[in-house]
């Protein structure tokens, strides 16, 4: 007795009980270059343009097309662009002085370098829709090492609530020591 190798039905065939078996135990493991993409699509476009294809449509849900406009902060891709530190002067933030000991991060110069990092991850302040004046604040930034950013990955370290608190903290010790490090208020 023969079995097909997708589906497991038995068959008469050696291999597979029907072409779309095949097809799929075929393609499992496929991996499409982005110049293969790229063709597929300009096929289908210029198919649908010819009119050889059906322009694809939207099914409506309850009155509301597929294709909706939503709020600029649940793009997280968007989001994430507009969180990045936006201010210049590092040497006031925790951590500073690895940057000054094996210098900044470089993908191909400096692989060990060091990085910024939010302390209240930009995942948690997206999915909590924190205005992202909070999050990119210089009160939510240390500096790390490239690899112990990427082991930290999407975790926070401090709650909203602490976050908040630094940024009230930051805020009254930046009017009262203009040009005083960072690192004197978070050892404190």
Request: charged letters at 30%.
């Amino acid at each position: 007795m023969k079995y097909c190798l997708n589906c497991l039905k038995s068959t008469e065939n050696p291999r597979f009980c029907s072409k779309s078996c095949s097809a799929k135990y075929n393609n499992r493991n496929r991996v499409r270059t982005e110049e293969s993409r790229r063709k597929t699509s300009d096929t289908i476009k210029t198919a649908i343009a010819e009119g050889r294809l059906p322009k694809p449509s939207y099914p409506s849900v309850k009155g509301l097309t597929r294709k909706k406009t939503i709020p600029e902060w649940f793009s997280y891709d968007v989001y994430r662009r507009r969180a990045r530190f936006n201010f210049t002067d590092y040497s006031r933030i925790e951590g500073y002085e690895l940057v000054e000991q094996i210098g900044w991060f470089h993908p191909i110069e400096n692989k060990k370098g060091a990085t910024k990092d939010h302390l209240y991850s930009v995942y948690d302040a997206w999915l909590n829709q924190v205005p992202i004046e909070v999050v990119n604040h210089p009160a939510n930034c240390k500096i790390i090492t490239f690899d112990d950013n990427r082991r930290k990955s999407r975790k926070s370290v401090l709650t909203l609530e602490e976050l908040y608190e630094k940024i009230r903290e930051w805020r009254l010790w930046q009017d009262s020591n203009p040009h005083t490090p960072i690192t004197q208020l978070t050892s404190a």
